[in-house]
């Protein structure tokens, strides 16, 4: 492409609103280390001069960062777009991002499949896709739930500190709701040891015999359990195995949310002390 040209299609607004597009694509596609000016213009196709105006701009309005490492000048995203994906992600809301994906859990499962969040050291779901068939086990939305009997508790309890854990636990209390409910403190924590290890948790029976849910938390991007999903079914019939495959599922469906949210996989997180 010659320069000529560029001069001429650069009169096009559009034309230039598309190239600082392209540069915002080719830095976030890089290694995160940085781009030279040569290196964004042959990904984006113009020349050096063109690039190095796009990026002059860029910078100016904080979209595109540069540093100058020995005699080179890279670029790298600006904290612009921090700031902006944050009000992107808050005016959306994580309910309007997780819906896509709890429907997609609950036609891969067959199964209905919740969003919650803590509230107070409570669960709370906040978004719910049913199940289709006649049979469907729903829950209502905006009902607490003590989280020491809930997989959705106990996966944003999993990733709290444990003293943090254990003040929630001390107000809430712990009472028994079916034979299998953990009633004490240890045994829970415990449990929330395993549960941050796989990156699912399990209410089995703890809330309602015969009743099994499984759920997996969500992270933002500065990688804080913000919210968790699960899908409920019946005991019946299911095998320990069935189980943990389960488990595995709602987990990688979690991550997606993670993923749109800008946070980690639970694979990439360190585990708590």
Known sequence: MSESNETSDDKY???SV???????QALGAGSGKGMSVGEIAEAIG??????????QTMVARGFVADTRIGGARLYRLGLALVH???????????????TPILQQLTDATQLTSRLAVLDDGYAVA?????APGPFRMTASLGRRELPHCSSVGKSLLARLPSEQVMAILTRLGMPRRTEHTLTSQAAL???????????????????NIGVVCVGAAVYDRTGDAVAAISVTCMKLGRSEEDLHQLGSAVRAYADRISQLLGGPAHSALPPLP
């Open 18 to 24: 598309g190239r600082a597009l392209d540069v915002l």
């Open 126 to 130: 906040i978004g719910r896709v049913d």
């Open 46 to 55: 113009v020349s050096r001069s063109t690039a190095f105006t796009l990026l």
């Open 84 to 98: 902006l994906g944050d009000r992107a992600v808050a005016e959306m809301g994580i309910t309007q991002i997780a």
């Open 13 to 15: 607004p559009l034309r």
């Open 189 to 207: 924590i415990a449990d929330l040891r395993a549960i941050s290890a796989r990156g699912y948790a399990f209410d089995n029976e703890e809330d």
